[in-house]
């Protein structure tokens, strides 16, 4: 499984993340994105990759 994580100085909360792989990213109440598990399961590895490079900050980092 791979790695997701988010860093928090570069997020600026647009969602966009949270829309492509809401199993692995949320928007939480701070305005900023969360991981919901750090694991990135399987089925949603390609989701997750294309959260990853589609970040406007590249605040979202993906190691296999």
């Known amino acids: 499984m791979a790695d997701v994580a988010v860093d ?3 997020c600026i909360g647009t969602g966009m993340c949270e829309a492509s792989a809401p199993n692995v990213f949320q928007v939480g109440d701070d305005g900023q994105a ?31």
């Open 8 to 10: 928090l100085d570069k």
């Open 34 to 64: 969360q991981v919901r598990t750090a694991k990135v399961a399987p089925e949603d590895l390609d989701a997750a990759k294309e959260a990853v490079a589609n970040c406007p900050t590249g605040a979202l980092t993906l190691h296999d």
